[in-house]
């Protein structure tokens, strides 16, 4: 019985980790289209001078940050994550046993 309870524990835990990865990564996706949004709003004006949409000032915030979105996006939903939750939880044990 406790041993399911223990298993139980540990599979919210997991599941409330994960939970908190893509919460994070949504938020920042969320923030990221309304901040560019903003910012190209707020450049409309130089955009119709220019008479072009293309105009590093205006993309390459969109561009930088559009990197770093796509990093978050990969450590949230890469299958492969070397170094991810399971690997935390086996590196932790690891060293509980070393420091016995």
Same mark, same amino acid.
Request: positive net charge; aromatic residues 16%.
């Given at each position: 019985?406790?041993?399911?309870?223990?298993? #139980?524990?540990?599979?919210?835990?997991?599941?409330?980790?994960?939970?908190?990865?893509?919460?994070?990564?949504?938020?920042?996706?969320?923030?990221?289209?309304?901040? #560019?949004?903003?910012?190209?709003?707020? #450049?409309?004006?130089?955009?119709?001078?220019?008479?072009?949409?293309?105009?590093?000032?205006?993309?390459?915030?969109?561009?930088?940050?559009?990197?770093?979105?796509?990093?978050?996006?990969?450590?949230?939903?890469?299958?492969?994550?070397?170094?991810?939750?399971?690997?935390?939880?086996?590196?932790?044990?690891?060293?509980?046993?070393?420091?016995?």
């Amino acid at each position: 019985m406790e041993l399911t309870n223990q298993k #139980n524990t540990l599979a919210y835990r997991k599941a409330s980790k994960r939970v908190k990865k893509l919460k994070g990564f949504y938020s920042h996706l969320i923030i990221y289209v309304l901040v #560019n949004i903003l910012l190209i709003f707020l #450049n409309l004006e130089d955009i119709r001078k220019q008479d072009t949409l293309w105009s590093w000032e205006l993309w390459s915030t969109p561009f930088f940050w559009g990197i770093g979105l796509a990093a978050h996006a990969i450590s949230v939903f890469s299958p492969m994550r070397s170094f991810g939750s399971d690997w935390e939880e086996k590196k932790t044990r690891e060293l509980m046993e070393k420091y016995k």
